[in-house]
């Protein structure tokens, strides 16, 4: 008995991975024959239709027409109708008074204090070592230059987060306690979430015109989701036991929320509040397209005058100050670790000049903690205040803090001073330079920078926009939208997808519909090239997995508006730029996916592979990559939506299709309508590849007690 067990277990691992392999191929043959029926139908109606090829102009609603109609209405009855006299103008008003005052008080503040008051708040989530990056990271925005636009960023960020908070909390508790409300707003918090950021700026601009706060109030609209979700999670999750005794005791339902069920879910609600405030940095970038100022303007205007090296000095700071907002509110939220009085990794801590310089550290800390603590006591005492006393850092921290404004306010010296600067945009500028004098071209017209763009557009780009735009009768591109959705969901899919795609064309987008989809199936398919290898080599080796993560967590990090500055340095201005930033911008969720997937595969399946036999290239390929193909797929629907998403936004440096149109909507106010509708195809567009991936990641998911 005791030998018979192990056998026992790869061999009933090995008649399952038999059975799943024999219904893979039996899958595989369905499909394949259902493939060959559908190319023939659709080989079928394009012969008997080759004469139709683009959408007809016939055909088209004038919707554009309509919105530049009601954008010349707002402007001439901005002033007397009572919507906007009672509702928009107060709303405008009360936003643009907000974010003066804010605006104003940062500027005010002296460059000194700001630079503390940020090292100390992060000293005291994070440690020391954090407060100490924190400052220097802060010193950047004025040693290049841009102070009052980092401040000016800040203040945006600061409203319009306060304001998202302020209707994402309430909203989220009231989801908490009512399940009608929860199911409501799920359908509205679902769209909102995969809207690319650009469609927002549009009706905003209609109703509000374009300034700073038309770009708070689409912030807002964009960043709400998180903090409404997660605020109704973490109220949901707090044990039933424990709000059942708050009950017992006589609490009622308004003590209980504030007392037992807020306090408990708070570290969820701050987690919200995280990714609100790094969704409400991404779009206040892109809202530099309305005249939202700031750093995102710096780098418009310098990519605008491809002055590479201002832009990449402005991107920087930006991701300098995501880098600071994320890890600062990750620390108040709890996640993460606090490591106190260590500035360099646990790799160097051996090494002596770096432990010296933390022992002086050490003792300063340990100085000022003294300081703070007499100090505290002295002010507890003389004011009452016995919680003072319990806060020995804080206290001397906001002593110095305001001893250091008032100082500022006397002398007037408050502006950041100019002796503290530097600046590395000529050199970059130079490397633009030689890069297009020397990389764009290696060896006259081989193996260049130029090269590679050239093929990807001329073999690529080009014959797929010509494909699907005008070689190939409108009529055949929808029906095989709609059989491929029938296939993958039903008719319902089919429906829903067929209307989506026709749409393109009803709204008179369909070319540039198609030049976006040629990007989107270029850029996936370079993304899933580089992504899934990846992804199997960092499941297969816990050293590589580790030398990735830092790479893969920078470009999750980044915004994705500045990952257009470095590929212009490669590539100059066009489409193919645009392609290669959102591959980059993509690769993380293609390369983390596969190797989640690889490595949630059964240990027994594995071993049993290897039992029969199989190499570890046979067992990768037939038991790892098959079992982790939900995992993969969903990696790809990720991959999809955000190369959508990022080759719309590279319409700023050329990138043609729907993003350039949505662009000129932005910058050109006889443009809206147009602006508008291509946001409108956008979102078609958008949900259609989401629905039908979402289907085809179903399919691949097994389901329990099924097949």
């Given at each position: ?9 790869p ?36 012969i008997?239709?080759s ?48 974010l003066r ?6 500027l ?31 010193l950047?925005?004025?040693?290049i ?5 980092s401040?000016?960023t800040?203040?945006?960020?600061a ?64 960043a ?14 707090v ?31 701050l ?22 100022g700031?750093?995102?303007q ?16 402005a ?24 490591r ?40 507890s ?5 016995e ?23 006397v ?34 017209t ?26 190939l ?44 989809f ?41 915004p ?46 594995t ?36 190369v ?51 289907a ?12």
């Amino acid at each position: 008995m005791t030998t018979a067990a192990p056998s026992a277990a790869p061999s009933e691992a090995s008649s399952t991975i038999e059975a799943r392999l024999t219904q893979d191929r039996q899958r595989r043959i369905r499909s394949g024959g259902g493939l060959a029926i559908g190319v023939a139908v659709l080989v079928a109606v394009q012969i008997a239709l080759s004469s139709l090829g683009g959408f007809p102009e016939s055909l088209v609603i004038p919707l554009a027409d309509w919105i530049d109609d009601a954008r010349r209405w707002v402007i001439n009855n901005q002033t007397s109708h009572w919507s906007f006299s009672f509702f928009f103008n107060p709303v405008s008003d009360m936003i643009d008074w907000g974010l003066r005052a804010v605006e104003w008080f940062l500027l005010w503040l002296p460059w000194y204090v700001v630079v503390g008051a940020t090292a100390m708040i992060a000293t005291s989530v994070l440690g020391l070592r954090a407060g100490l990056l924190t400052g220097v990271g802060v010193l950047y925005f004025g040693a290049i230059g841009l102070w009052t636009e980092s401040l000016q960023t800040v203040a945006l960020m600061a409203v319009a987060v306060a304001i998202s908070v302020a209707i994402g909390v309430p909203v989220g508790i009231a989801a908490a306690r009512y399940d009608r409300l929860q199911q409501a707003l799920r359908p509205a918090l679902d769209a909102m979430q995969t809207l690319p950021a650009f469609v927002y700026l549009i009706p905003v601009v209609l109703l509000f015109g374009v300034a700073r706060v038309p770009a708070i109030i689409a912030t807002v609209v964009y960043a709400l989701p998180p903090v409404i979700r997660l605020t109704n999670l973490g109220i949901r999750t707090v044990p039933a036991a424990t709000v059942e005794a708050a009950e017992m005791f006589g609490a009622t339902p308004r003590q209980t929320l504030r007392k037992v069920q807020f306090p408990l879910a708070l570290p969820s609600v701050l987690t919200g509040i995280n990714q609100t405030i790094m969704m409400a940095l991404s779009i206040v970038v892109i809202a530099a397209l309305i005249g939202a100022g700031g750093l995102g303007q710096v780098v418009l205007v310098s990519l605008r005058g491809l002055f590479v090296g201002r832009a990449l000095e402005a991107g920087l700071a930006i991701v300098v100050l995501a880098v600071i907002m994320d890890r600062v509110t990750h620390g108040a939220a709890g996640i993460g670790t606090r490591r106190r009085l260590r500035l360099m990794p646990d790799t160097l801590a051996h090494v002596k000049p770096i432990r010296w310089v933390e022992g002086v550290l050490s003792s300063i800390d340990g100085g000022l903690s003294r300081a703070g603590s007499m100090m505290a006591v002295r002010m507890s005492r003389k004011l009452g205040v016995e919680a003072l006393g319990r806060h020995p850092r804080k206290v001397l921290g906001g002593a110095l803090l305001l001893a250091g404004t008032l100082v500022g306010a006397v002398s007037g010296r408050v502006e950041f001073p100019g002796a503290i600067s530097f600046s590395f945009a000529d050199r970059i500028d130079w490397l633009v330079d030689w890069v297009r004098d020397n990389l764009y071209e290696i060896g006259g017209t081989w193996f260049g920078t130029g090269w590679f763009s050239d093929s990807i557009t001329i073999y690529a780009v080009t014959p797929l926009r010509e494909l699907f735009s005008s070689d190939l009768a409108w009529p055949v591109v929808v029906l095989a939208v709609a059989l491929a959705s029938w296939r993958l969901g039903g008719p319902a899919l089919a429906a829903f997808c067929t209307a989506c795609a026709a749409g393109l064309g009803f709204l008179g987008m369909w070319t540039l519909s198609m030049d976006t989809f040629a990007q989107v199936i270029v850029a996936v398919a370079m993304a899933i090239l580089c992504g899934i290898p990846l992804g199997v080599l960092a499941a297969r080796s816990d050293r590589f997995e580790r030398m990735l993560k830092p790479v893969l967590d920078f470009l999750q990090t980044i915004p994705s508006f500045v990952l257009l500055v470095p590929v212009i340095i490669m590539f100059n201005v066009g489409r193919i730029p645009g392609i290669i930033a959102s591959v980059l911008y993509a690769l993380p969720a293609a390369t983390r996916l596969t190797n989640l997937g690889i490595r949630q595969v059964a240990g027994e399946a594995t071993e049993a592979s290897r039992a029969f036999g199989a190499t570890r290239g046979q067992t990768l390929r037939k038991v790892q990559l098959p079992l982790a193909a939900p995992s993969i797929i969903a990696g790809i629907n990720q991959t999809v939506m955000l190369v959508l998403a990022m080759v719309v936004i590279a319409g700023l440096v050329g990138g043609g299709g729907l993003g350039l149109e949505t662009v000129k909507g932005l910058r050109r106010t006889d443009s809206v309508g147009s602006g508008f509708v291509a946001g409108m195809a956008i979102v078609l567009l958008a949900m259609l590849l989401d629905r039908m991936l979402q289907a085809w990641t179903r399919r691949f998911t097994p389901v329990e007690g099924g097949n």
